[in-house]
């Protein structure tokens, strides 16, 4: 079945966008590679579950699939990241009314409508991220889908 998923995923077209996560635990001081299917949504408030999850990333994606289209809640905006997709630590940025900083991920190499560097990266999470603060709550469909819930 997980391999079902796996292929129907790869044939959908990459989705070149910022997406977000919502984490717990330890954040990362290191690239890493994906082991599994991670899902995130383009919303930072749907991947942080109304900001409640204890840290944000926001990852730039080249190579995530658009799941919305073909998803139950369409409006969470689903970007699925697949097994083997290298993420490099490309530093944090504060967002002004969000506690703690929100730390950015990205694919190695570049692709068209992405923040050109560092500085625009910071740009569009800080535009991003005030916009989805000054929105109201959304409807947490799925527990934990797009936030980290450590094991209790």
Do not use: C, H
Request: charged content about 15%.
């Amino acid at each position: 079945m997980a391999d079902d998923i796996l292929t129907a995923l790869s044939a959908l077209p990459a989705m070149p966008t910022i997406t977000y996560r919502g984490m717990a635990g330890p954040r990362p001081n290191a690239s890493f590679t994906l082991s599994g299917i991670l899902p995130t949504s383009m919303d930072p408030r749907v991947a942080s579950e109304n900001f409640t999850a204890e840290w944000l990333a926001a990852i730039v994606s080249i190579t995530g699939r658009l799941v919305a289209p073909f998803a139950r809640y369409r409006e969470e905006q689903e970007i699925a990241m697949l097994p083997g997709t290298l993420l490099l630590l490309a530093g944090s940025v504060d967002v002004p009314g969000l506690p703690g900083s929100v730390v950015l991920l990205a694919e190695p190499g570049d692709a068209p409508g992405l923040p050109a560097d560092s500085s625009a990266l910071k740009e569009a999470v800080i535009q991003q991220v005030t916009a989805a603060l000054a929105r109201p709550d959304v409807t947490v469909n799925t527990p934990g889908r797009f936030a980290f819930r450590p094991p209790p």
